[in-house]
């Protein structure tokens, strides 16, 4: 299971619905001052824990992970280096880029840090050293839009690029008295519509820009952890146990869609050619861009793979594990 594949630190970030009960206990080794210590420089940096990556424009992919590293690669991923100042050690799980130059990154202790030269440096837009709320995704629709999800139904918004960010108010869980949801993959789909993929099945919606959103089923019960949108305007969101379910109605309905795969889904991009995802005991999905069937490979290695990125004009992904950067078979 994924609580005895990781760290205690990423435990936090990835782990699902059973583990997040425990989430406090795991959060006590990490320290709040190493997250106001500036990331330092590995020797080995493609082999660090990576959580994430999006492309900076169509000619540079920006990976981040463990200890606050961001790598940069300009070549379609086949050489990484560094980001020159990052100001957080803090466990980055998740980055986007609105254009070749301004990005965001998130993680532990509700850490939102900012670029504005495509990921070379960084800068602290926010943190919460009270408690550890972390922050699993993030998403902008132009350089001042966006939004940033995670733990506990924490949802944040900004209008101004990130100078500031704002709690956003959410309805109350279906059977529950609160929003208490772990909110950890929000992605847009091809009209606009804000999605999240949340625990016991559901994705949350908005068609209103963030500023009201409503809970939709997929039928499911587990924790969907992935989500992203084909060419065609169909959804996809997967999660614990292979778990996948597509809609073509916006999210109104979900039908499951059969993965192949018994390992938790992590990742699921899309480019319009085809839809690849990634989970748990080396599973590596393809599928065309209707998603209607996939094809499942799994690793020899079986190794933890936590995210994936199709590099522009490339049908071979990058792909991002626990132990770093991973060459697709």
Known sequence: MLKEILTSSVLSILCATQCFGQASGGASAVQ?????????????????????????????????????IVLLSDDNGNSWRQARQVPSSATLSAVYFADARHGWAVGQWGIILASVDGGETWSLQRSDLSVDQPLFSVYFKDAQHGWASGLWSLLLATDDGGKTWKPQILPVSPGGKKADRNLFKIFAGRDGTLYIAAEQGLVLRSRDSGATWEYRSTGNKGSLWAGTAAADGSLFVGGLMGHLYRSADGGDTWTAVDSGSTGSITDLVADGKQIVGVGLDGFVLTGADNGEKFSPHQRADRAALTGVLIPEGSRTPVLLSKDGLMRVN
Do not use: E, F, I
């Open 32 to 68: 709040p001052v190493l997250a106001m210590t500036a990331a330092h420089s590995w020797t080995s940096p493609t082999r660090a824990m990576l959580l994430d990556a999006a492309h900076a424009g169509p000619a540079r992919l920006v990976a981040v992970g463990a200890h606050g």
